[in-house]
């Protein structure tokens, strides 16, 4: 249970760690919180020749309100963006999810940029970063680029970025409502303990005008299939309804209809089925009650 | 190749050479001799070496000791005070909160900070606190048992009653 060797580096600078990440070839890895990579070199799940340290980058640990959007540094912990006034008002979604985040002792460790880049189709901030239609910074020798995240999550634990690409911010446009509309959003997970990997879950962000009708929905999939998912099919369902709870069961039913959970001994694929679909209906509803009781 | 780094642990500074794969619980556990951070599953699930990394509980096994570097630690043995068991730890031991002790350093620097902060908190709330820490033994009631009188501020002790 310990790790192989490996060279270490701890670069200040993003441009020093783009720099050490580029010579040190494809066996080089990003070292972020290590919540999820200090595990796999415990276990010689991985071996890398080289891990460059990100944790000493100054300039990966802000978050920033620019104009029309909150830009959160890569090396921002979970535990600052669940306690950040700004994130709470503008996307109390990814709140909310935060709590499912593990325990307190991991996400004063795990961050936003980590999470992202690890691509894990369980985790819950992949997934609000999906609905919320957020891009990722990404910074190489070569230059920067922005990717939206849609087109960042390829697979379990891969994402499009190229070997000496370092995520650097994760931007979260403001969400934008039709006036006279209430946006309630909310985050559900099963796990049979606290903090573990959730056997399935869902989340929604649904706006509701005057007169209760829904005018716009996101759906949400946790740990649906090889990436995080959202169901477009779903959200037109909910869409000009009143979100009544039959409505609301036909949309779970249709997001989670063609999934495919990958199934383990912990719950095979059609219990994860049944899991996610019931988790995304409470999310529809709770979400739904929110808005309603204008509580966002 | 090894590095020099500089660390400080419990108020003192300790200057080592440490290859980088070396875990932050070894160093702290066989460099330092600060035996009561405890290794568990060595791998961030069971939460036994938990320790503070500049004031923050944070879990020492999924940590390298490199990255201690400059930076702050307590462990276990810093809550003592002057040779005395502190609130929690007294509470711990009148309410049962323990029986192989295994377990019990990571509650320990789970909870400090939690009864430092010094809110009342419900079951379910101190449930939450210690759900990254596991234990075998007790079922966690006297656990909650005993972080709800560590955290019940001292009552005057009345002598009208017999």
């Known amino acids: 249970m310990k790790p192989p060797a490996f060279e270490y580096e701890a670069p200040s600078t993003v441009e020093d760690a783009a720099q050490l990440l580029a010579d040190g070839g494809d066996d080089a890895k990003l070292l972020a919180g290590g919540q999820s990579l200090i595990p796999l070199l415990n276990l010689r799940f991985a071996a890398p020749s080289l891990l460059v340290d990100l944790n000493g980058v100054a300039e990966l640990a802000h978050i920033h309100d620019a104009a029309g959007e909150l830009r959160i540094g890569a090396l921002v912990r979970h535990s600052t963006v669940a306690g950040h006034a700004l994130v709470a008002e503008r996307h109390p979604l990814l709140t909310e999810a935060l709590g499912y985040v593990a325990h307190p002792q991991i996400r004063n460790r795990g961050t936003i940029g980590g999470t992202t880049a690890h691509s894990d189709p369980a985790a819950e901030v992949p997934v609000v970063l999906l609905m919320s239609d957020a891009r990722v910074v990404a910074r190489s020798t070569r230059g920067q680029r922005e990717v939206a995240v849609d087109d960042l999550f390829v697979s379990i634990f891969t994402t499009s970025l190229e070997p000496d690409e370092i995520i650097t911010e994760v931007i979260i446009p403001d969400r934008h409502s039709e006036p006279g509309t209430i946006t309630g959003a909310s985050f559900q997970e099963f ?9 399935g879950g869902g989340a929604a962000i649904v706006e509701l005008d005057a007169e209760g ?18 169901s477009k099919a779903a959200a037109a369902v909910l869409e000009n309804s009143t979100l009544a709870e039959d409505t609301v069961r036909e949309a779970a039913r249709v997001a989670t209809a063609d999934i495919s959970p990958l199934g383990n001994v912990h719950g095979d694929v059609q219990y994860r089925r049944d899991v996610i679909r019931e988790m995304t209906f409470r999310a529809v ?3 739904a009650n929110k808005a309603k009781a204008g509580t966002a | 190749m090894k590095r020099d780094i500089e660390v400080e642990v419990n108020g003192n500074r300790y200057r080592r050479s440490v290859e980088p794969r070396m875990l932050l619980t070894d160093f702290i556990r066989h460099e330092l001799r600060l035996t009561g951070t405890h290794v568990g599953c060595e791998h961030g699930v069971c939460g036994a070496c938990t320790i503070h990394f500049d004031g923050e ?3 020492a096994c999924v940590m390298l000791a490199v990255q201690a570097d400059g930076h702050s630690l307590r462990t276990v043995e810093s809550l003592a005070e002057d040779g005395q068991l502190n609130r929690l730890q007294r509470a711990f031991n009148e309410c049962h909160g323990l029986q192989c002790g295994f377990c019990t350093p990571g509650f320990l620097m789970t909870l400090q900070p939690v009864v430092d902060a010094g809110e009342q908190l419900s079951d379910g709330e101190i449930r939450d606190a210690i759900s990254g820490n596991l234990c075998r033994c007790t079922g966690y009631q006297q656990i909650v048992d005993a972080v709800s009188a560590a955290l019940t501020p001292p009552q005057p002790e009345d002598h009208a009653t017999s």
């Open chain 1, 285 to 287: 509803m709770t979400a």
């Open chain 1, 191 to 199: 796990a049979r303990r606290h903090g573990d990997y959730a056997i």
């Open chain 2, 57 to 59: 509980p944070v879990r």
């Open chain 1, 213 to 230: 009708v829904c005018r716009s929905a996101r759906v949400g999939l946790l740990g649906a299939g090889m990436r995080p998912e959202e």
